[in-house]
């Protein structure tokens, strides 16, 4: 649906944007991430044809950003991160409003809004006036203004900037609803969201794409030493020596004194082997010894930790 093809944008001398190409394609929910200044926010707005690229081309669903602007913008709802609303403006209103702005025929206006305001959870406050709603509630708004014209594509730019948890995961749930039908370019600095929303990520840093693909994808690259933490019964007879001799190539730490027989380890890799689950190891050994494995969980290179080893030049250990 969407296809970027080595883009750059230059405000004066400064390169916002540096030759980057990705593709987005159809039914896929992108999660854009970067920190301030990145380019996300720059990427956006070429995309929906509010910004002109200095080099490079971006076609959407086959049309360049240079050939038919306003066939795009049909194409694309767009939810910027400042929502520009009409405060004094009824939600019904204003939804009214974009629908004549986008030429959505006179006779389908009603059932069309009808629809949305379902689709967003409006239906209460469509007679209220925009100013009045809660953040979170204008938020929708923002996003049924986008939606109002049923789009192939939607591009959010940070939908749910300044939302407290209980609006944030109404939002994010909107989202995923909405990304069974439509293309979704998602641009936001908070990664649990991404993990729970986005089918894909990519991650841009001064104007560069420094990574892309799944959570899982990036997990598996960036993924350093595995641990395994996990807690035995196994009495008080030996148990630590039977465990580091057995375990000899491997790092095996006692993280507690035992209780009641009771033992908690760290039992650590030098580094990841793809296809190697240390945890079977684990299990056949405890069990081979007659002890009672009470715990075990493996340690996950987080969204976080690759975020900040990509951005700000960390090491890959």
């Known amino acids: 649906m969407i296809e970027i093809r080595e883009l750059c944008k230059n405000f004066g001398t400064f390169p916002a944007l540096t030759n980057i190409s990705f593709e987005v394609n159809r039914g896929e929910i992108l999660g854009f991430l970067g920190p301030n200044g990145a380019g996300k926010t720059t990427t956006m707005k070429i995309i929906t044809c509010y910004m002109h690229p200095t080099q490079g081309d971006v076609l959407v669903d086959g049309i360049s950003v240079y050939d038919d602007t306003m066939a795009i913008r049909q194409k694309i709802g767009y939810l910027p991160e400042s929502n520009p609303l009409y405060m004094d403006m009824s939600v019904v209103e204003y939804l009214k409003f974009i629908a004549q702005v986008r030429n959505i025929p006179y006779s389908k206006v009603k059932d069309r809004l009808r629809q949305i305001a379902t689709t967003c959870g409006l239906t209460e ?13 204008r938020q929708r708004v923002g996003l049924a203004q986008a939606m109002v014209h049923d789009p192939d594509i939607l591009i959010l730019d940070e939908p749910t900037s300044g939302l407290d948890p209980n609006q944030i995961v109404e939002i994010r749930n909107l989202i995923k609803t909405l990304g069974r039908e439509k293309t979704v370019v998602l641009s936001t600095h908070i990664l649990p969201e991404v993990e729970a929303t986005c089918d894909r990520i990519i991650v841009i840093d001064k104007g560069a794409i420094v990574e892309d693909g799944s959570v899982a994808e990036l997990q598996a690259r960036f993924q350093g030493a595995e641990n395994i933490f996990f807690t035995v019964k196994a009495g008080n007879d ?31 890799a030098k580094e990841r082997v793809t296809g190697q689950d240390l945890r079977e190891d684990v299990f056949a050994f405890v069990v081979s010894q007659g002890w009672i494995l009470l715990e075990m969980t493996r340690s996950e290179t987080s969204l976080e930790e690759i975020f900040h080893k990509l951005t700000l030049g960390q090491p890959n250990n």
């Not at 030996?238 to 507690?256: M, T």
């Open 125 to 137: 406050v469509l007679g209220q006036t925009i100013g009045t709603l809660s953040k979170g509630y």
């Open 238 to 268: 030996g148990v630590e020596d039977k465990l580091r001799s057995h375990f000899a190539r491997l790092h095996v730490e006692k993280r507690g004194q035992p209780a009641d027989g009771t033992w908690e380890f760290t039992l650590s």
